[in-house]
């Protein structure tokens, strides 16, 4: 039992030697970033980053500065704090905008946050700003090596907000407000023409039409109810075979049963 607490005091002994340590309790940056570099190089990027976060200000400037902002930065990727990896590429690209590594950190930063975007159903400001960083990138770099990631990344993203604007939409139905089911359903259709819901957005726009028509004053039914069957001709016109046929028959049976009544 004693040489094992033993061997436990060496132990701790040497890591408290260890020139990592040493690096982080010296006031000598040169030290501080030699040590940073080879933990960078051995992946212990945590380590990295701390020795890196104590020297960063007093490297501005400093010929050897690009090299350790970018390895900054890759660690933070690499340890998958993308917040912190995405403003530091971004610091990166605004400050070396010759440099080798420009097209890379460009990448990785736009990348870093797509990795922020949350569900479709949360507030989707941080994936608006991963796709526009992700489309500027496409804009400054058409012939990337990235660009197929690139191109994966934003249209992944730009399904998530296809998805969220979708279900907003159906809410609206769901919860019976059909004014705003109707209004969002056609921005909608407007903002994804080749989306994959359109059939589902059209038939659900045609259902919020109709009930809105049928729940309506009697000086306001004949024009909905004819907006309704406009709304179940372009159901139809976009597939004949829709697989809300039969539904949409029966509605569209008592809609111009109704609108006989104002014919007369």
Not at 178 to 196: E, M, Q, R
């Amino acid at each position: 039992m004693k040489r094992i607490f033993a061997l436990l005091l060496v132990v701790v002994a040497l890591s408290a030697c260890s020139p990592y340590q040493r690096a982080l309790k010296s006031e000598d940056v040169g030290l501080k970033f030699d040590v940073a570099t080879k933990m960078y190089e051995k992946g212990k990027y945590t380590k990295a980053i701390r020795l890196f976060e104590q020297i960063a200000p007093a490297y501005r400037g400093k010929p050897q500065a690009e090299k350790m902002f970018y390895m900054y930065s890759k660690s933070f990727y690499n340890t998958k704090q993308y917040y912190s990896a995405g403003f530091q590429f971004e610091s990166f690209a605004s400050s070396y905008p010759k440099s080798e590594k420009m097209e890379e950190a460009s990448f990785l930063g736009a990348k870093s946050y797509s990795y922020l975007s949350p569900r479709y159903s949360l507030d989707q400001v941080d994936t608006y700003k991963a796709i526009d960083k992700l489309q500027s990138f496409i804009d400054n770099y058409p012939n990337s090596q990235y660009m197929g990631e690139a191109n994966e990344l934003a249209k992944k993203l730009r399904e998530k907000l296809e998805k969220k604007a979708f279900e907003i939409a159906k809410q609206y139905n769901t919860i019976m407000d059909y004014p705003s089911a109707l209004v969002a359903f056609d921005n909608f259709i407007a903002d994804f023409p080749g989306t994959p819901y359109k059939e589902d957005a059209l038939y659900l726009r045609f259902d919020s039409a109709y009930k809105l028509a049928i729940n309506s004053i009697q000086a306001r039914m004949a024009e909905r109810l004819t907006l309704a069957k406009t709304a179940y001709n372009n159901l139809i016109k976009f597939k004949a075979d829709t697989k809300y046929k039969a539904e949409a028959d029966e509605m569209l049976a008592k809609i111009e049963t109704d609108l006989k009544q104002y014919s007369k």
